[in-house]
């Protein structure tokens, strides 16, 4: 927590959903502010998430929905006063229900607070010797962002049983600090609907609302998430918490097809004709009327035109006549079945209006050949479901359908750097014990290659200072951060600081090889991935860790990798309780049977093994040693790295 050290006195944040929240009533629809969606979760889960950090526990006061309160994990207590009675009736539930020495209170409908908030009133009233600490900025007091300390419970008692409510009538008297915070939008608080609107800006990363159960603080998840263990996190469990964490966003924008090359479709699309729009001839041949057909003996037809595709013949079929049609052409009128031409036998005749006759042999099929309207589609059936990530065939097809453009989820943003006092940027001169930074390239391009936009903000040198800037600024701009370096054993604790201080951020060691120390959270507006430093473990990490959780905040639907079992050519020592990767090239054996042999070495700094490698070769958690000729599970790099 924020208050730093160990015999800091502990606090009790409450978050202050007790109220009616009149002015958000919608056309008579009874609407809980602090359940409102905002940004993709309910509005009190962006309050609680921003608070948990600079508090020691938490608390709702809700007087309505306590069930769906309690569903973020938290104590929820009701007034203990009738009447939604405000603030103060909010206040005193949580000085009732808290066993702390101070209490901090801060409205639900108030999702960008300082991050200092309460380390910087803590400290201002221990410094004063206040009981009370008050919010401000300027001459603007915000009297619902204060801190209290736990021994005015009887005073506020008093005070309430004399039937006052007012929150600056009992502040009054005591002995009170205020403290100026420098940024007034920070205490902006959301009370109309068109005030949420507002700060729904298109452009705003998190807009769906999601099932409350999902927007639960990180701690929550993973404590809900089954073999939790940060010491030992296995693969899989990882995966779970960075699935539940993440909130996809949603804001469609219309793209035109040549555009939609690999991104998230965010729509349904439902086609708006048959496709085929007719029925029509799969075959070039004779359409006929089935009924014509003899099915013992020869028939003979009169041919009385030709249907192209794209030029129908215009009148029906009679008894007795066969239209001669091309692939696609149109069926006629009274047609229901096509002979393919190879097997017809035609005839001159004297018939001035018809060109020949056809003898058809027996044992046609009624109906066979023909292709019916709405066969591939009907319309009004979905052609491409929401999620899909647009190949070529997807294209193709909305472009049969007529359609030009595509509602798509926008590009996500994703801002990267690398930590570290020993990088050197491209163009400095080699220094002894210093290293390239090859870490934010291969980022870049992993990021390229999953269609988000990159913000590369370079290198970010071991100081708390600069890390903690780098990660204001990141979570300002971006949907998503990565970083490289800083969260191995080493290095972890100083991270870890600036993280607690700027956001909710958890650190795990996870049961892999390479790649074992990550952090995994959200800072600002952004989910935070922070990958160790070793380039090969880079790679890794984000391909078994980061891009799916990047495909799933970009809306898109999880698809399965595209694994292969192979043989094995080497042997490979391992141990279970970890999943190991390996690097391996394919080949084939003499018996013409796919192979993977792991190259050189596996050290998770040689980038050089991964750039010779074409596929990685997955050993399971529970998996022991491989044998030469074992089957094994590879996945080839095409098109993912
Ligand atoms: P760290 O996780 O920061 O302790 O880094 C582990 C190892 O990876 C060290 O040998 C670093 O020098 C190296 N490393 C860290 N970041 C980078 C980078 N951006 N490019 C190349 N090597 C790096
Ligand atoms: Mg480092």
Not at 39 to 62: C, F, S, Y
Not at 278 to 295: E, F, K, Q, T, W
Not at 345 to 365: K, L, M
Not at 604 to 632: I, K, N, T, Y
Request: glycine content about 10%.
């Amino acid at each position: 927590m924020a208050t730093g050290s160990r015999d800091a006195p502990a606090i009790t944040g409450v978050v202050l959903a007790g109220g009616l929240a009149r002015r958000m009533q919608d056309g008579g629809s009874d609407i809980d502010k602090g359940l409102v969606a905002f940004r993709g979760r309910a509005m009190v889960a962006h309050v609680l998430e921003r608070l948990a950090p600079q508090v020691d526990r938490l608390l709702i006061n809700a007087n309505r929905n306590q069930g769906e309160y309690r569903r973020f994990g938290h104590a929820v207590v009701g007034d203990a006063i009738a009447g939604y009675a405000g603030p103060l009736a909010g206040l005193h539930a949580g000085l009732q229900a808290a066993a702390t020495e101070w209490v901090v209170t801060v409205p639900c409908d108030s999702p960008f607070f300082p991050h200092d908030l309460v380390a910087r009133l803590l400290q201002a009233a221990q410094d004063d010797g206040a009981d009370l600490a008050v919010a401000r900025t300027g001459e603007q007091p915000h009297p619902v962002f204060a801190l209290v300390r736990r021994t005015l419970l009887p005073d506020l008692e008093q005070f309430l049983a004399s039937g006052q409510r007012k929150i600056d009538r009992w502040y009054a008297p005591l002995h009170t600090v205020t403290v100026d915070f420098p940024d007034p939008a920070a205490f902006s608080n959301i009370n109309t609907p068109d005030e949420l609107a507002a700060f729904e800006r298109p452009d705003a990363p998190f807009r769906i609302p999601l099932p409350l159960a999902e927007a639960l603080p990180l701690a929550e998840v993973e404590r809900r998430t089954e073999g939790f263990d940060r010491r030992a996190l296995p693969v899989a469990a990882a995966r779970v918490i960075m699935e539940r964490f993440i909130a996809p966003i949603d804001s469609p924008e219309p793209v035109e097809l040549p555009q939609c090359l690999d991104r998230v479709l965010a729509r349904d699309i439902v086609s708006p004709i048959d496709v085929p729009a007719h029925d029509n001839s799969a075959m070039d041949g004779y359409a006929v009327r089935g009924a014509d057909l003899d099915p013992q003996a020869p028939t003979r037809l009169v041919v009385v035109g030709t249907a192209f595709a794209g030029r129908p013949f215009d009148g029906a079929l009679a008894p007795g006549q066969a239209l001669r049609v091309m692939t696609g052409a149109v069926m006629p009128t009274g047609a229901d079945t096509v002979v393919i031409q190879e097997v017809v036998r035609s005839e001159a005749i004297e018939d001035p209006a018809a060109a020949q006759a056809v003898i058809i042999p027996p044992g046609q099929e009624i109906g066979q050949n023909r292709r019916h309207r709405g066969e591939d589609l009907a319309k009004g059936k979905p052609a491409l479901r929401a999620g899909k990530r647009l190949t070529a065939a997807d294209i193709g097809l909305a472009a049969s359908l007529g359609i030009g453009a595509l509602p798509l989820q926008r590009r996500l943003k994703v801002a990267f750097f690398s930590t570290g006092d020993e990088l050197l940027s491209l163009g400095d001169v080699p220094a002894p014990g210093k290293v390239y930074d090859s870490n934010r390239h291969t980022i870049r391009a992993m990021l390229t290659r999953l269609g988000v936009e990159p913000i590369d903000m370079g290198v970010v040198p071991d100081r708390r200072e600069a890390l903690h800037a780098a990660m204001l600024e990141a979570g300002r701009v971006a949907d998503a951060v990565v970083s490289s370096g800083g969260v191995s054993v080493g290095e972890a604790d100083f991270t870890r600081e600036v993280m607690a201080q700027v956001g909710e951020v958890s650190f795990w060691t996870i049961a892999m090889r390479p790649g074992r120390p990550m952090a995994f959270g959200r800072v600002g507006n952004a989910y935070y991935f922070g990958l160790p430093g070793n380039p090969v473990a880079v790679m890794v990490t984000f391909y078994f860790f980061v891009r799916g959780a990047l495909e799933r905040l970009m809306g898109a639907a999880a698809t399965t990798p595209a694994t292969m079992r192979v043989r094995s050519r080497s042997a490979v020592r391992k141990r279970p309780g970890r999943t190991e990767y390996q690097r391996a090239i394919l080949g084939r054996g003499e018996d013409g049977i796919v192979e993977a042999s792991v190259t050189g070495s596996q050290g998770s700094g040689v980038l050089r093994s991964m750039s010779e490698a074409d596929c990685m070769m997955v050993l399971g958690h529970d998996q022991g040693s491989v044998a030469v000729g074992d089957w094994v599970e590879v996945i080839p790099f095409h098109g993912l790295l």
